[in-house]
């Protein structure tokens, strides 16, 4: 009887380990790892050992689950027939199949998936230890698994779409405020996003002619509350550059009045029409720059885009300060363009006598 109970322990035991082992590891998420590093957790480096040859503990935890369960149904079938004869295996069968169910898998498989944070540290320790001691069987499940299955494929990946829904039940859970949720749904966004969608209109850019002197400029526009001021040649269509209003303000207080535009002219950074927000963005902190000219195919202005065009669409609000009076320059080209259509016409009926 002794050996029987032993056998059935022996059997349970090891499979409880295996089972919340298997759990707590496939469980395991790489963001969990960093903040341990970051806090410099004696664990860190294991667990990211562990994690990125996952195929190595899990060689290790399934190797000692299958040595348990055959050891122990063999010793618990050999004892039960010494013990209660063979006409009760059966029945003993049919008692550890329920106890390895319950005891070996369902409950330990819920406890480590429910309180893995707090497990991880001490089983990755003893995974750890675990598959040097079943070393001979782990390489040999490692020869097998690099014949079945490409090397350069990551098991662990994450779509576009997972990391919104990630977003999504985050908010849902109360672990990232509106706000937050927003600004990372946004950011997901951004590499679809046209610069078209943000940026601002060709039809509301303020610009003025490159042969106008500074004298002119503030004696027209100096209430503009613009930084930069995009300046042409021919027609507002024809943007050569753009000038700082900061050189301008300057150049007034050396009394250059006469000054053309055109002396003070900064080149535009220059973006298809079909480049995302992202890629705007790219462009724009890679070239030092705050502001970028929006081309079509035909190298016709489209629009100007800035930084804060992508910030705002970010964060998912508009930048204002005290100066500005006009919220969305998209909003207002839209409305000007109705107003140029005009009301729209309502079909005339005749009176039916």
Known sequence: ?????????????????????????????????????QKKKPSAKILRNLYESLDRPLAAILTANTIAHTVGAAGVGAQAAVV????????VSAVLTFLILVFSEIIPKTLGATYWQTLAPFFGVLIN???IILFPFVWLSERLTKLLSPSNVSAYTYSRAEMQAMVEIGAKEGLLDMHESQIA????????????????????????????????????????PFSRIPIYKKNSDDIQGYVLKMDLLLAQARDE?????SEFQRDFIIVPHTTSASGVYNTLMREKSHIA????????????????????????????DELDKVEDMQTLAHKRLEERMG?????????KE
Request: with cysteine; hydrophobic share 45%.
């Open 1 to 37: 009887m002794t050996l029987l109970v032993f056998y059935l322990l022996l059997a349970i035991g090891v499979s409880f380990f295996c089972s919340v082992s298997e759990a707590v590891l496939l469980s395991i998420r790489p963001s969990y790892i960093s903040v341990l590093e």
């Open 84 to 91: 209660f004869g063979n006409e009760y295996l059966g029945v």
């Open 129 to 131: 230890w675990m598959a």
């Open 185 to 224: 749904a946004n950011l997901m966004k951004l590499q679809t996003l046209s610069v078209r969608n943000i940026m601002t209109p060709r039809s509301v850019i303020f610009s003025v002619p490159a042969n106008k002197t500074v004298h002119e400029f503030f004696a027209e526009h100096s209430e503009k």
């Open 257 to 261: 009045f006469d000054k053309k535009l």
């Open 293 to 320: 000219l929006v081309i079509d195919e035909y190298a016709t202005t489209q629009g100007l885009v800035t930084l804060e065009d992508v910030f705002e669409t970010l964060i998912g609000l508009e930048i204002t």
């Open 343 to 351: 009301p729209p016409k309502t079909p005339v009926t005749e009176d």
